[in-house]
């Protein structure tokens, strides 16, 4: 993993949050300038930034530095079901698997 990838990770969070760029630099303790730095390749975050971003943001570390190509809406699922009671992920699995077979009695 090369550090374009928490680049990345790290402006498509950012614009997919319903924050701005400069609030979550402040609330890192940063200019207001620092995540669009860290995207352009200004500023290189360190792991303990990274990790604070993920807390302000609600992301699961494994999430932030999964490589795999799940969509951030899937991502975000995945977050909203890891929280989930576990009576409601089982009604939210029988409703996905409905979904797949919309045909069956």
Known sequence: MDK???QKRMMEYAKQSHRSMAEISEK?????????????GRFEPKLEE????????????????REQDLTLDQQE???????????????LLAFLKELQNPFRN
């Open 4 to 6: 374009s990838f928490v």
């Open 28 to 40: 890192m303790g940063h200019r207001n300038n620092y995540i669009s730095g860290v995207g352009n």
């Open 50 to 65: 990274v990790l604070y971003f993920c807390e302000l943001l609600d992301i699961a570390p494994s999430d932030f530095f």
């Open 77 to 91: 699922l995945c977050a909203l079901v890891r929280k989930a009671k576990p009576n409601h992920v089982k009604l």
